[in-house]
């Protein structure tokens, strides 16, 4: 049975406090919320930037906590299209996302039979979802009061239940505050977790810029209420052109990307380029003849055969070819530049 239960991101905030409880006699469980919006379970990979550089299993063997992981896609997505505090710069909705994740963690600490939850929260860091008063609001709308302790900003924050009564040393809890970074890189090298962070926030996908174009052309275009799951996991991957108001043509960029879109070809049309190695693409929404013919253009675009007078692409369901179709490529910047969401 643990004794606290610690919210994990991957980032090093959510580390430090993990390990700053270490220090002291507790039993400590790490938890995971897959929102399905983030690649912190995804496995590591050096060429994308919002993919963490180290597993986040390996991260908590390494530095000894047991890990567990509860899925909440669906709550997440609700939460997603309408959230009660607004969004952020892009369509991060932080302060309703904390709170999610917050009550999430309250149903472990009840199932678990834990005393607190803990986070790697630092008051002041975050203008949008980590001042006194949001810090004091996520705590009160999560059902958490007085259970829920920020290892890291303890000391100046009011006394928890389990400081208050002694299973939690308050003088061994640090009290930083604000946007300088000095003190947890300094308790980081001191404890050999600088290399093991898994870049935290930024592996949210709703704070990515060009996610955010995509998502916000899904809101625009297809309606929030209409959105799907098969529309979900293709904003994670791909070049998107909107070619109408009905239909978006996403384009591969790698061979991984390549994997996923062969993946969804029994819900989508499909297009690949013949004779040729090249890009692959998929059709998501309503398309005609003429839109087919535009799209199966752009795809030549990404082919070895860009520069030839013609190309021949094959137009694909449930990996049946439907028809062979014979296109120019398209190589004028500014169509695909205009065309690009
Ligand atoms: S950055 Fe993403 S994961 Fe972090 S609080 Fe905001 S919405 Fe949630």
């Given amino acids: 049975m643990p004794d606290g239960i610690g919210l994990i991101s991957g980032g090093l905030d959510s580390l430090l406090a993990m390990r700053l409880l270490m220090e002291q006699d507790l039993d400590l469980l790490g938890l995971v919320i897959d929102t399905g919006f983030s690649g912190i379970l995804d496995p590591p990979s050096g060429d ?18 047991p890990l567990k992981v509860v ?3 669906d709550d997440y997505w609700d939460m997603i299209k309408n959230p009660v505090y607004g969004y952020g710069k892009h369509v991060n909705p932080c302060l309703d996302c904390r709170i999610l994740m917050l009550k999430a963690a309250a149903r472990v600490m009840e199932e678990e039979n834990a005393q607190f ?15 006194l008063h949001q810090l ?17 900003s303890a000391k100046v924050l009011p006394p928890t239940l389990p400081e208050q009564s002694g299973l ?5 809890l640090e009290g930083i505050t604000g946007r300088s970074r000095k003190r947890q890189i300094k308790l980081a090298e001191q404890w050999g977790l600088v290399e093991l962070s898994v870049a935290g926030g ?10 955010s174009d995509r998502m916000n052309d899904l809101f625009r275009y297809k309606g929030k209420e209409n959105i799907n799951k098969n529309d979900l996991a293709l904003l994670k991957i791909g070049r998107h052109f909107r070619l109408s108001e009905k239909l978006k043509f996403i384009v591969s960029r ?14 989508n049309f499909y297009l690949e380029c013949l004779d040729v190695p090249g890009a692959v693409g998929i059709l998501s929404g309503e398309s005609n003849p003429a839109l087919v013919k535009q799209a199966a253009e752009i795809l030549g675009r990404y082919s070895k055969a860009k520069l030839e007078e013609s190309i021949n692409i094959a137009l694909k369901k449930n990996r049946e070819v439907i028809e062979i179709l014979t296109v120019r490529p398209q190589t004028s910047r500014q169509i695909l530049d205009k065309l690009l969401i």
């Fill in 48 to 65: 994308d930037p919002i993919s963490p550089r180290h597993s986040l299993f390996e991260v908590a063997q390494i530095i000894g906590f």
């Fill in 71 to 73: 899925q909440v896609h």
């Fill in 117 to 131: 939850v803990f986070t790697g929260e630092v008051l002041g860091q975050r203008p949008k979802s980590q001042l």
């Fill in 136 to 152: 004091r609001q996520s705590e009160e709308d999560c059902g958490l009061k007085g259970r829920l302790l920020r290892p890291l």
């Fill in 168 to 172: 939690v040393d308050r003088e061994k």
């Fill in 202 to 211: 930024a592996n949210c996908y709703l704070i990515n810029e060009a996610y």
């Fill in 254 to 267: 790698n061979k991984q990307e390549h994997l996923i879109m062969w993946d969804l070809t029994d819900q």
